[in-house]
């Protein structure tokens, strides 16, 4: 039995998918966060891969996640100090009830 | 022909990344959504070691492992009552969430498995990637060198942390 590239894209596909979901139907902004992290990091998972598969020598899907995690730590950080500071003001993370910029 | 070893060890990384990111977006309380994204990312760590990519997968434990999840679990606990669960779904919405993410992982699960002749190969070898040449890639203007992105990392880092204190700061 081989492992080929298809087994690795399969699991990380079933995270993208989860994370979509969770994405979709979640209301808690914190939990949506979450979500996004998921794809995130499915999105890792295919860069490392397909490096390792197609092109063994070289190292730019690599060096893509590491920018890549890189900068999702970055945002997550930021997204994290809005959302506390949201909760501070209106006193509720839920985005169905921060709707003020809405209309 | 892989060792048996590596393919035991595939299928526990493929099956706790599929379960506990089925189960970081089933569960209701929000504290245990982040424990489970925590497994997720060390499996996700597991699978980079796995795929001889040491410095990677040390990074995804570092940086996620320990700094996000810490991150996600204090701003739980600084926005969340304990025991709150989160509200019910709207149900339409429901609906609306699983069609698209399974009509999603549909499209894009067909187009894989059609492509599944060009897809099976095995692992190449490949030699192991020391802390030296990682260095020099990262730090030369050459043709695979990686300067420019690495200082622009820099640079939003930078502007990360001054948005962040700005953000943070009490009126």
Redesign the interface.
Known sequence: ????????????????????????????M??I???L??ML?SI??NF??FN??LF?????G??F???A??????????A??????V?RIAKD??INKINKLKF | ??SVG??IM?FV??LS??VF??L??TTRK?LR??TY?LF??FA?AA??FQ???PF?GA??IA??AG??VV??VF??L??QRPGDD??Q?IST??W???V???A??GV??YA??SY?KF????????GD?DMAT?GH??LSTDK?G?LL?FEA?SV??LA?II??VV??RRR
């Open positions: 039995m081989n492992l080929t590239l298809l087994m690795y894209l399969i699991p990380s596909l079933i995270m993208f998918g989860c994370g979509v979901y969770g994405f979709l139907t979640r209301k808690n914190i939990a966060m979450i979500s992290e998921l990091n890792d998972i490392v891969v390792r598969y063994p020598g070289q190292m730019e690599m060096f996640t590491l920018f995690i890189a900068i999702a730590a970055a945002e997550t950080a930021l994290l100090a809005i959302i506390i500071n909760f993370v839920d | 022909m892989e590596n393919i595939y990384i493929a990344i599929i990111s089925v970081t977006v929000i959504s982040a994204l997720v990312l996700t699978l980079y795929m001889d990519y990677l990074v995804q940086v996620y700094g996000i991150l996600f701003s739980i600084l926005t989160a509200a779904l919405r429901r609306l969430g699983a698209a993410a399974i999603g992982v894009t699960g894989l498995f599944a897809c099976g190969k095995q692992l190449p070898a490949m990637i990682l890639f990262l695979w990686y992105p990392v939003l880092l990360c948005g962040g953000i943070a």
